[in-house]
């Protein structure tokens, strides 16, 4: 069966670029094509793509965010992400967020396009050359971050990752006071002070690498 397959990067070139090798390709029936998180939300309401291919730096909003948007939006949508990002944090965001698949945008061609076709048919794929380690969302978080639900992990590391209540908000659709609310309850269950605290433990712990 032909699938619908929504292109989501801001580069037009590199948009264009996946839309023209995409469209001749016999399993394909349409390409769509959107530069931003509120576009891409906007055609997945509307045409219910089969696949949707996600980088992970938007102009208006975070990636990994709108892979967990299009998990609601088009629950039977297949997502690989596919990006200049290779951070262990990262692909945790994304693979934590429900992307079926994350490839490097280095990747050739032809590996492109068996990984749309993998996650399309209902598998999973780890493009070569992402990070060592960076697949480890998989597997439980290392204590005491494991009692964390993956609502709260994202946003913990988020955190640590540098951003601030503002920047949270805005990428989780949340106000400013249920980031706060969530991360007191955060720093409780970790058993920690403060959120200072929760972004050293996480550091320390290996949940977020340090940067630097």
């Not at 945790?92 to 490839?103: I, M, S, V």
């Not at 993998?118 to 204590?143: E, F, L, W």
Request: proline content about 6%; some cysteine; charged content about 25%.
């Amino acid at each position: 069966m032909a699938k619908t397959v929504l292109v989501v990067d801001d580069h037009p070139v590199v948009r264009t670029g996946m839309a023209a090798m995409l469209r001749p390709e016999p399993w394909v029936a349409r390409v769509l094509e959107a530069g931003t998180v509120a576009e891409a939300r906007r055609l997945a309401t509307e045409q219910c793509p089969d696949v949707a291919v996600v980088d992970l730096r938007l102009p208006d909003g975070d990636g990994a965010a709108l892979v967990r948007d299009l998990r609601v939006i088009a629950p039977a949508c297949a997502l690989l992400v596919v990006t200049m990002t290779n951070t262990e944090a990262g692909v945790r965001a994304a693979l934590g967020a429900g992307a079926h698949g994350y490839l490097l945008k280095d990747a050739a061609p032809e590996a492109l396009l068996a990984a749309i076709v993998t996650v399309g048919a209902g598998g999973r794929v780890i493009g070569a050359g992402v990070r060592d380690g960076a697949t480890r969302p998989a597997d439980r978080p290392p204590a005491p971050f494991d009692q964390l639900t993956p609502r709260e992990l994202d946003l913990v590391t988020r955190l640590a990752g540098g951003m601030g209540n503002r920047e949270i908000a805005r990428e989780l659709a949340l106000s400013e006071k249920t980031v706060r609310n969530q991360l007191a309850i955060i720093t409780t269950k970790l058993g920690v002070r403060d959120r200072i605290e929760a972004v050293l433990l996480s550091h320390r712990t290996g949940l977020v690498p340090r940067r630097g």
